[in-house]
T-cell receptor
Framework: EDKVVQSPLSLVVHEGDTVTLNCSYEVTNFRSLLWYKQEKKAPTFLFMLTSSGIEKKSGRLSSILDKKELFSILNITATQTGDSAIYLCAGTPFGNEKLTFGTGTRLTIIP | GAVVSQHPSRVICKSGTSVKIECRSLDFQATTMFWYRQFPKQSLMLMATSNEGSKATYEQGVEKDKFLINHASLTLSTLTVTSAHPEDSSFYIC?????????????FGEGSRLTVL
């Protein structure tokens, strides 16, 4: 059975700090690892990572995948209160669109 | 960007009744949609894959007769929770894959919180 584990489960930091969120996965016939931000309701797409070692960036957010270690990290620099959310990662295999989600990391940014 | 609308956002019903939740892709076609359930402090769990014009594919442990899925058009999938019981109370969320879009890039609805009394 496919499995995705995220750590830490929750994280509280001060505005301006840099955070690193972790995601390890066991997905049969793995294709991609996706990161989502879930604020109040619907998750919004952040990144899709397919190749190992290639960093993807979007503003203050960046993410990288290590397919040898079955691991991904999401970095957020100079955090702002608007970054407070649950961050979800999910693995997906070749052959279908099924996403296996981790339990998420609840990030709280204190002003 | 692509928008997925889910309705209702919140529903409260009595035990034994049936509840229908709609998931619409507003500005794109989606042959494939997915239904998830999320319990408090837990992850999104895939319930079923909904394919336009064919039967849904259910995940192990999900009762297909209890969670009826219909995907009658390229922009609408519905989930009906039949004979709902309190243990069915949860947050149900759908996602849609843009036809012709990047593999794995899904757009999520706002979710529907079901409370069964």
């Amino acid at each position: 059975e496919d499995k995705v584990v995220q750590s830490p489960l929750s994280l509280v930091v001060h505005e301006g700090d840099t955070v690193t969120l972790n995601c390890s996965y066991e997905v049969t016939n793995f294709r991609s690892l996706l990161w989502y931000k879930q604020e109040k309701k619907a998750p919004t797409f952040l990144f899709m990572l397919t190749s190992s070692g290639i960093e993807k960036k979007s503003g203050r957010l960046s993410s990288i995948l290590d397919k040898k270690e079955l691991f991904s990290i999401l970095n957020i620099t100079a955090t702002q209160t608007g970054d407070s959310a649950i961050y979800l990662c999910a693995g997906t295999p070749f052959g279908n669109e099924k996403l296996t989600f981790g339990t998420g990391t609840r990030l709280t940014i204190i002003p | 960007g692509a928008v997925v609308s889910q309705h209702p956002s919140r529903v409260i019903c009595k035990s034994g009744t049936s509840v229908k939740i709609e998931c619409r892709s507003l500005d794109f076609q989606a042959t494939t949609m997915f239904w998830y359930r999320q319990f408090p402090k837990q992850s999104l769990m895939l319930m079923a894959t909904s394919n336009e014009g064919s039967k849904a594919t259910y995940e192990q442990g999900v009762e297909k007769d209890k969670f009826l899925i219909n995907h009658a058009s390229l922009t609408l999938s519905t989930l009906t929770v039949t004979s709902a019981h309190p243990e069915d109370s949860s947050f149900y969320i759908c996602s849609a894959r843009l036809d012709g879009g990047a593999a794995g890039e899904l757009f999520f609805g706002e979710g529907s919180r079901l409370t069964v009394l």
